[in-house]
T-cell receptor
């Protein structure tokens, strides 16, 4: 079945540092890829998405590129802020079989940004 | 436009009881999904309903069940509650299979 692997956390950075959170996936066919963010005590918010190979999703300074050759969708931001402190989830949406329709999530990466 | 709304926000139940959680999708969305987020276990897919039919089900026992109503709102029922059912239950919706899934704020279920 489909699976998503995220880099181990937690990640602790100083404000204005560069952020990379690695995400790799295993899937059949051509899944869509997503990054969701969960702020403390809240539900999930869609951060960005990419639906086909070489697509780049971007939002709020965050970017991720759908790399089919390396089955990766790494999240990057050039300069993080304290307000970016949250849990980040990489996810894919399958197109068939037992993964039909559902989102499969990585385990989540806790990001803490210090002033 | 209202997002995905869930109720109740918090629910405390005793082991062995039943819990019912409710979800209203974004207006116009026909698909509803349920996920469980237990502490330390990440997000686990429970159920997917589309146009009133169950389309996919995660690896959960039958005491987890649900339904989708004609107005596309949904209920998640958990029977014979166990302590390990304590979790945040997230509902999400989308306009069909090819569109983005949007999540609600979740319902916290505590089983004591």
């Amino acid at each position: 079945g489909n699976s998503v692997t995220q880099m181990e956390g937690p990640v602790t950075l100083s404000e204005e540092a560069f952020l990379t959170i690695n995400c790799t996936y295993t899937a059949t066919g051509y899944p869509s890829l997503f990054w969701y963010v969960q702020y403390p005590g809240e539900g999930l918010q869609l951060l960005l998405k990419a639906t086909k190979a070489d697509d780049k999703g971007s939002n709020k300074g965050f970017e991720a590129t759908y790399r089919k050759e390396t089955t990766s969708f790494h999240l990057e931001k050039g300069s993080v802020q304290v307000s970016d402190s949250a849990v980040y989830f990489c996810a894919l949406r399958g197109a068939g079989g037992t993964s039909y329709g559902k989102l499969t999530f990585g385990q989540g990466t806790i990001l803490t940004v210090h002033p | 436009e209202a997002g995905v709304t869930q109720s109740p926000t918090h629910l405390i139940k005793t082991r062995g009881q039943q819990a019912t959680l409710r979800c209203s999708p974004i207006s116009g969305h026909t698909s509803v999904y349920w996920y469980q987020q237990a502490l330390g276990l990440g997000l686990q897919f429970l159920l997917w309903y589309d146009e009133g039919e169950e389309r996919n089900r995660g690896n959960f026992p039958p005491r987890f069940s649900g339904r989708q109503f004609p107005n596309y709102s949904s209920e998640l029922n958990v029977n014979a509650l166990e302590l390990e059912d304590s979790a945040l239950y997230l509902c999400a919706s989308s306009l069909g299979l090819s569109n983005t899934i949007y999540f609600g704020e979740g319902s916290w279920l505590t089983v004591v």
